[in-house]
């Protein structure tokens, strides 16, 4: 079975089960048809008994012009019985015959005669009895009319009676039912067929996906609302965002190549250049300088791109406990409030007393990067004001600037890594900041917002809901 398709199983188990139904239907059509059948014969039993019984008439004299009537007559008690011609048919293997109060043979046919049995008379009721392996039926009429006081008719029928009908019933239940199984089977085999169809074509799909290393391509079975159509229509879905996540890995890798290889070609120039003679002290000190700053730039970037790998590794280097969100803001703050750029200065309102479970490092750097990204976007003399507080549900930080300000069309792509809006072309971010703020705040549960105006300034807003640990 293991080794057999799977609609290949399905015919069969349905094939098994039809058989089933088949046997049981032609059982149960046998068991009922012999029963009508028996009840018929039994019901024809008496009925032709009880016929019978109207064609004996008593007369005290002999009728005149007997030859003119195809009748029987025999002598009984002070006068005649005469017997109409039918009753000496045999009417679909119904004996009837006449007998007196001792069961002797007055007139008729005893089918039963070679039995040497005495069955007593039972006055409408009809009896069962089997002899030579095969069942009779038995039924008696006592007749109680003038002249025929005391006389007992008798009907006798064998259950083989019926077995002419029920045979043929038999012989149609043979033929026609294996016909509709065989139908059914063949039925079966072909809805199995369709029903499966859409499992080839994804299997055959996922096969060419996975051959030919194409995420581009889509099951696309159509509308539809069965089991099958809503998991092609999920693994699509699953497939389009894989390729998406390729796409932007590989995106991704090719940004951080390019990234690299801007202080890596400064390096490598400035290298060759301080080589190729003896230059000034002043020269080498410019040099190393220049090196310097392309390092320390090229450490930021690898260490952005670390965290971006252990949180897509769903956090595990960056474990979560309850920490004092209140405290952790205040003291960023503190620290960020020392850089003095632009002369532009920072103040913070914090609500006190606010906890919340997460990952203190995480937090600590979203804060900075959005502090440090207002301070180099700032306006000299401006001002940034960060806020911390706590809703019914939900608990706001917000970093404000009066800085340069987000063009409307940039807004929606300044959560991109690596982009960079083009009043920041020339700064020294590694345009993985804010990139940075949105996975981190994702990563608590949490949205980032930003309201901005050209030449008035922005604002990021992270909300985290209440249920995630917020207190």
Same mark, same amino acid.
Not at 193 to 198: E, I, R, W, Y
Not at 458 to 462: G, P
């Given at each position: 079975m293991?080794?057999l398709?799977?609609?290949a199983?399905?015919?069969i188990?349905?094939s098994?089960i039809?058989?089933f139904?088949v046997?049981?239907?032609?059982? &149960?059509v046998?068991?009922v $048809?012999?029963?009508v059948?028996?009840?018929?014969?039994?019901?024809?039993l %008496?009925?032709?008994?009880e016929?019978?019984a109207?064609e #004996?008439?008593?007369?005290?004299?002999?009728?005149e012009?007997?030859e003119?009537?195809?009748?029987?007559?025999?002598?009984?008690g002070d006068?005649y019985?005469?017997?109409?011609?039918?009753?000496?048919d %045999?009417?679909?293997?119904?004996?009837?015959?006449l007998c007196d109060?001792?069961?002797?043979?007055?007139?008729?046919?005893?089918?039963?005669?070679?039995?040497?049995m005495e069955?007593?008379?039972?006055n409408?009721?009809v009896?069962?009895?089997?002899?030579?392996?095969t069942?009779y039926?038995?039924?008696d009429?006592?007749?109680?009319?003038d002249?025929?006081?005391?006389?007992?008719?008798?009907?006798?029928?064998?259950?083989h009676?019926?077995t002419?009908q029920l045979s043929?019933?038999?012989?149609?239940?043979?033929?026609?039912?294996?016909a509709l199984l065989?139908?059914?089977?063949?039925?079966?085999?072909?809805?199995a067929?369709?029903?499966?169809?859409?499992v080839?074509?994804?299997t055959?799909?996922?096969a060419?996906?996975?051959?030919?290393?194409? #995420?581009?391509?889509r099951?696309?079975?159509?509308?539809?609302?069965? +089991?099958l159509?809503?998991?092609?229509?999920v693994?699509?879905?699953?497939i389009a965002?894989?390729?998406?996540?390729?796409?932007?890995?590989?995106?991704?890798?090719s940004? %951080?190549?390019h990234?690299?290889r801007?202080?890596?070609?400064?390096?490598?120039?400035?290298c060759e250049y301080?080589? *190729?003679?003896k230059?000034?002290?002043?020269e080498?000190? +410019?040099?190393?300088e220049?090196?310097?700053?392309?390092?320390k730039?090229m450490?930021? #970037? &690898?260490?952005?791109?670390?965290?971006?790998?252990?949180?897509?590794q769903?956090? *595990?280097s960056y474990?979560k406990e309850?920490?004092?969100? $209140?405290?952790?803001?205040?003291?960023v703050?503190?620290?960020? $409030?020392l850089?003095?750029?632009k002369?532009?200065?920072l103040?913070? +309102?914090? *609500?006190?007393?606010?906890?919340?479970?997460?990952n =203190?490092?995480?937090?600590a750097?979203? #804060?900075?990067?959005?502090?440090?990204? =207002?301070?180099?976007y700032?306006?000299?003399?401006?001002?940034?004001?960060?806020?911390?507080?706590?809703?019914?549900?939900?608990?706001?930080l917000? %970093?404000?600037?009066?800085g340069?300000?987000?063009?409307?069309?940039?807004?929606?792509?300044?959560?991109?890594?690596f982009?960079?809006?083009?009043?920041a072309?020339?700064?020294?971010g590694?345009?993985?900041?804010?990139?940075?703020?949105?996975?981190i705040?994702?990563?608590?549960?949490?949205?980032v =917002?930003?309201? $901005?105006?050209?030449?008035k300034g922005?604002?990021?807003?992270?909300i985290?809901?209440f249920?995630?640990?917020?207190?």
């Open positions: 293991k080794n398709s799977f609609r199983k399905i015919t188990w349905f098994g039809m058989a139904l046997a049981v239907t032609f059982a &149960i046998f068991w $048809s012999n029963a059948v028996q009840k018929d014969i039994q019901d024809n %008496v009925e032709m008994t016929a019978n109207d #004996l008439t008593y007369y005290e004299q002999m009728p012009l007997q003119l009537y195809k009748s029987q007559y025999i002598i009984w006068g019985l005469e017997i109409d011609d039918d009753f000496l %045999v009417v679909n293997g119904i004996y009837t015959f109060e001792s069961g002797s043979l007055l007139y008729g046919e005893n089918p039963l005669a070679r039995a040497e069955i007593p008379f039972q409408g009721t009896q069962r009895l089997k002899w030579n392996k069942v039926y038995v039924y009429r006592l007749l109680v009319e002249g025929v006081e005391g006389l007992w008719l008798r009907g006798i029928v064998s259950e009676q019926g002419q043929w019933l038999v012989r149609l239940c043979t033929i026609a039912l294996p065989v139908l059914a089977v063949l039925g079966g085999y072909w809805i067929g369709n029903a499966l169809k859409p080839k074509q994804i055959q799909a996922a060419q996906i996975s051959q030919g290393h194409d #995420l581009n391509r099951i696309g079975l159509g509308e539809g609302t069965d +089991e159509h809503r998991l092609a229509a693994l699509d879905d699953m965002r894989l390729y998406h996540s390729f796409q932007a890995e590989q995106q991704f890798t940004d %951080v190549s990234e690299l801007t202080p890596m070609s400064v390096i490598m120039a400035q301080i080589l *190729e003679e230059r000034t002290p002043e080498y000190e +410019e040099a190393l220049s090196i310097r700053r392309q390092g730039k450490s930021r #970037l &690898i260490e952005d791109m670390l965290c971006f790998a252990r949180l897509e769903e956090g *595990e474990p309850q920490l004092p969100l $209140s405290e952790l803001v205040k003291d703050c503190l620290d960020l $409030s850089y003095k750029r002369n532009i200065s103040a913070w +309102e914090i *609500e006190p007393e606010i906890f919340f479970y997460g =203190a490092t995480l937090l750097r979203m #804060l900075s990067n959005l502090i440090v990204n =207002a301070y180099q700032g306006k000299t003399d401006g001002s940034i004001r960060v806020t911390l507080s706590r809703g019914e549900k939900t608990v706001l917000s %970093v404000l600037d009066d340069i300000g987000i063009a409307k069309e940039q807004q929606e792509k300044i959560f991109e890594r982009y960079r809006a083009e009043a072309r020339s700064g020294e590694t345009g993985l900041g804010l990139a940075m703020v949105k996975d705040a994702k990563y608590h549960g949490g949205t =917002a930003v309201i $901005s105006e050209e030449g922005s604002e990021f807003r992270l985290f809901p249920e995630n640990d917020v207190f």
